[in-house]
């Protein structure tokens, strides 16, 4: 009798079964159509439970592993950048050495010297330290915004204060954190790039902060030497720049809310910790890290000691050699502007970026050999033409680039991006050491170009390791 009923019962399952059959998945393809009043209505949620922005606008391709973003605005990444960095080159290369010279123009070098060496110390885990604090806010203007409109704020008040000073110590007090404020806009600035844009469109926006760093730099420097006679009016001017250009770009880009999102509880052991990347967990992070480390100290070796090499390699005197100086640089800039430009958009339109890192390689290693084969004024402006190329290639491309080996997927990008941008900062700052090595004591002016050769060469031998970017 049991075994009557259980064969029925079996019986009347598959009959079921045939008659309202399951759906079938069926992967990348387009479900059926649903009255989307029928439909059943899902809670409005905006993170994942593992804290990752969940996307409201589709962008990924069909098919595509990729998740898609709620993208930000590439227009909207360069005026930010803009503002930013002509802040950066206008106080460096004018205002501070004007204001230096005026309270003790016997000793300038050596107070220039001491209050840059200060404020590198301490911004140089600025945007680490910030970028990790970010990682973990929850606000309603999302995770990176808060900080930006804080570092820019803060920036922009003790701006407004410089040109009262008139003794070094406080004018490196006031420098070190005004230094610190703009790093507290720059990390979570560069962190939005992986936050808010799909990888295949990430060449863009790191095209567009790669401009703003060009443009910008130039900018700031035509503004400041309008104020070289009223630094202190100059400071003011630049500190409504980068108060409004940020304001302005939080407000007109918006981010999602990241109140919802999950955090871990909070851990100062764990806090520490997360500065410390395994490279043998993470090989790619570690790649990178190396190949722009010697990429950026391979090009600032040369850069740093531009002036002299004029003088004591091609012979000029100090005065033409400054203007030459100027004449270089701007022989360098549209080159750099375009290859910035286009490269952005051709990675992502050929979803390659090492192609483009072994071509900024081989185009900085070209341009490099001209000082030694022409060893005049010729030479350094076909140098710096090239160099242009080279290097604007690489600002745009390599960013993009670093976006994709963030360890956990760029969960913790502000902190990342933090630690890869030391291995830009740390061979700008000991690159007069080492370009000063080289020249006294391994053959000279010839021996630096063939060194910066080596550096950019084994740069881009550190590229190919990397597994997780074509």
Do not use: C
């Not at 000063?436 to 004591?441: A, K, N, W």
Request: charged share 15%; glycine share 10%.
């Amino acid at each position: 009798m049991t075994n009557r009923r259980i064969l029925i019962t079996e019986l009347r399952s598959v009959l079921l079964a045939r008659a309202h059959p399951l759906p079938q998945v069926v992967l990348n393809e387009e479900e059926p159509h649903v009255d989307p009043a029928r439909r059943p209505r899902r809670p409005h949620r905006t993170h994942r439970p593992d804290g990752r922005r969940l996307v409201h606008r589709t962008t990924a391709r069909r098919g595509s592993r990729e998740p898609a973003a709620d993208e930000a605005h590439p227009p909207g990444l360069l005026l930010a950048g803009l503002a930013l960095f002509a802040t950066y080159a206008g106080l460096i290369a004018i205002l501070l050495p004007i204001q230096v010279a005026l309270i003790d123009e016997a000793n300038k070098v050596a107070n220039l010297a001491i209050i840059m060496t200060t404020s590198f110390v301490f911004t140089l885990f600025a945007q680490p330290i910030v970028g990790a604090i970010s990682d973990r806010t929850r606000s309603r203007l999302g995770r990176r915004a808060p900080w930006m409109i804080g570092g820019a704020l803060i920036g922009g008040v003790l701006l407004f204060g410089m040109g009262f000073l008139d003794s070094i110590l406080w004018l490196t007090v006031f420098w070190v954190l005004i230094q610190v404020s703009l790093n507290a806009v720059q990390g979570p600035l560069s962190a939005i790039t992986p936050d808010r844009f799909p990888r295949d469109r990430r060449g863009v926006a790191s095209a567009m902060l790669g401009l703003g760093m060009q443009i910008g730099g130039t900018l700031g420097v035509i503004i400041a030497g309008q104020f070289a006679t009223n630094f202190g009016v100059g400071y003011s001017v630049f500190g409504v720049i980068v108060i409004v250009a940020t304001i302005v770009y939080v407000v007109i880009d918006r981010d999602w809310s990241s109140k919802q999102a999950s955090v871990e509880p909070w851990s100062w052991r764990a806090f520490l910790a997360g500065f410390w990347i395994s490279p043998k967990r993470h090989p790619d992070f570690a790649w990178a890290f190396t190949a722009r480390f010697l990429f950026m100290l391979g090009y600032f070796v040369v850069a740093a000691y531009g002036l002299y090499i004029l003088t004591d390699y091609i012979g000029m005197s100090l005065t033409d050699a400054a203007g030459a100086q100027v004449t270089l640089t701007l022989a360098g800039l549209v080159p750099t502007l375009v290859a910035v430009a286009v490269s952005g958009w051709w990675s992502d339109r050929i979803r390659r970026r090492k192609v483009f890192i072994y071509a900024s390689s081989a185009i900085m290693v070209t341009s490099l050999a001209f000082p030694l084969l022409m060893p005049d004024m010729t030479g350094m402006l076909i140098m710096n033409v090239i160099i242009g190329f080279g290097f604007g290639f690489y600002m745009s491309v390599d960013t993009a680039l670093m976006t994709e080996v963030l360890p956990g997927g760029g969960t913790d990008a502000g902190k990342d991006l933090g630690i890869l941008n030391i291995a830009t900062n740390i061979p700008q700052a000991m690159s007069a050491a080492v370009a000063g090595l080289i020249i006294g004591t391994l053959g000279g002016y010839p021996m630096l170009f063939v060194f910066a050769m080596v550096f950019v060469v084994i740069a881009a031998i550190a590229v190919a390791p990397i597994k997780s970017v074509r």
